[in-house]
Protein backbone atom coordinates (compact mmCIF):
# COMPACT_ATOMS: atom_id res chain seq x y z
CA UNK A 1 0.00 0.00 0.00
CA UNK A 2 1.21 3.49 -1.03
CA UNK A 3 -0.16 6.74 0.56
CA UNK A 4 1.13 10.23 -0.82
CA UNK A 5 0.33 13.27 1.75
CA UNK A 6 0.60 16.71 -0.02
CA UNK A 7 0.16 19.74 2.63
CA UNK A 8 0.29 22.95 1.39
CA UNK A 9 2.43 25.22 3.82
CA UNK A 10 4.69 27.90 3.62
CA UNK A 11 8.46 27.71 4.33
CA UNK A 12 7.71 29.84 7.98
CA UNK A 13 4.50 27.77 8.59
CA UNK A 14 6.24 24.50 7.97
CA UNK A 15 9.23 25.54 10.22
CA UNK A 16 6.80 26.41 13.20
CA UNK A 17 5.09 23.23 12.81
CA UNK A 18 8.49 21.21 12.95
CA UNK A 19 9.78 23.52 16.48
CA UNK A 20 12.55 24.67 14.36
CA UNK A 21 14.12 28.21 15.91
CA UNK A 22 13.64 31.32 13.77
CA UNK A 23 17.36 32.10 12.47
CA UNK A 24 16.39 34.65 10.20
CA UNK A 25 18.12 37.44 12.09
CA UNK A 26 21.38 35.71 11.93
CA UNK A 27 20.96 34.83 8.83
CA UNK A 28 20.51 39.00 7.72
CA UNK A 29 23.40 39.69 9.79
CA UNK A 30 25.58 36.50 8.88
CA UNK A 31 24.88 37.72 4.80
CA UNK A 32 25.82 41.28 5.63
CA UNK A 33 28.75 40.50 7.23
CA UNK A 34 29.76 38.39 4.08
CA UNK A 35 29.00 41.38 1.92
CA UNK A 36 31.12 43.79 3.70
CA UNK A 37 34.25 40.75 3.74
CA UNK A 38 33.84 40.40 -0.27
CA UNK A 39 33.42 43.98 -0.88
CA UNK A 40 36.75 44.69 1.40
CA UNK A 41 38.29 41.18 -1.23
CA UNK A 42 37.41 42.80 -4.35
CA UNK A 43 39.27 46.28 -3.19
CA UNK A 44 42.49 44.61 -2.26
CA UNK A 45 42.15 40.69 -4.38
CA UNK A 46 45.86 40.57 -3.89
CA UNK A 47 45.70 40.08 0.22
CA UNK A 48 42.56 38.02 -1.16
CA UNK A 49 44.30 36.00 -3.12
CA UNK A 50 46.69 35.71 -0.55
CA UNK A 51 44.57 34.24 1.97
CA UNK A 52 42.91 32.21 -0.03
CA UNK A 53 46.28 30.37 -0.99
CA UNK A 54 47.90 30.30 2.10
CA UNK A 55 48.02 26.93 2.72
CA UNK A 56 49.69 26.45 -1.11
CA UNK A 57 50.89 22.64 -2.09
CA UNK A 58 49.35 21.05 1.79
CA UNK A 59 46.12 22.72 1.42
CA UNK A 60 45.76 20.96 -1.91
CA UNK A 61 47.28 17.93 -0.35
CA UNK A 62 44.72 17.49 2.58
CA UNK A 63 41.83 18.10 0.09
CA UNK A 64 42.75 15.30 -2.44
CA UNK A 65 43.58 13.23 0.92
CA UNK A 66 40.24 13.88 2.03
CA UNK A 67 38.50 13.18 -1.56
CA UNK A 68 40.54 9.26 -1.30
CA UNK A 69 39.68 8.66 1.58
CA UNK A 70 36.37 9.36 1.12
CA UNK A 71 35.68 7.34 -1.91
CA UNK A 72 37.61 4.44 -0.22
CA UNK A 73 35.24 4.57 2.57
CA UNK A 74 32.37 4.37 -0.14
CA UNK A 75 34.14 1.35 -2.07
CA UNK A 76 34.31 -0.27 1.46
CA UNK A 77 30.83 -0.06 2.08
CA UNK A 78 29.27 -1.42 -0.81
CA UNK A 79 28.12 -5.33 -0.12
CA UNK A 80 30.18 -8.03 -2.26
CA UNK A 81 27.33 -8.49 -4.93
CA UNK A 82 26.77 -4.54 -5.24
CA UNK A 83 30.66 -4.53 -6.59
CA UNK A 84 29.73 -7.64 -8.60
CA UNK A 85 27.31 -5.52 -11.05
CA UNK A 86 29.65 -3.21 -11.87
Known sequence: MKVNIEIDMTPEEARRFMGLPDVTKLNDQFVSEMGKRMKTMMEDPETAMK?????????????????WDSARRVAGSRKPSDRAAR
Not at 52 to 64: K, N, P
Request: proline share 0%; no cysteine.
Open 51 to 67: AWVSLGGQGMEQFQRFV
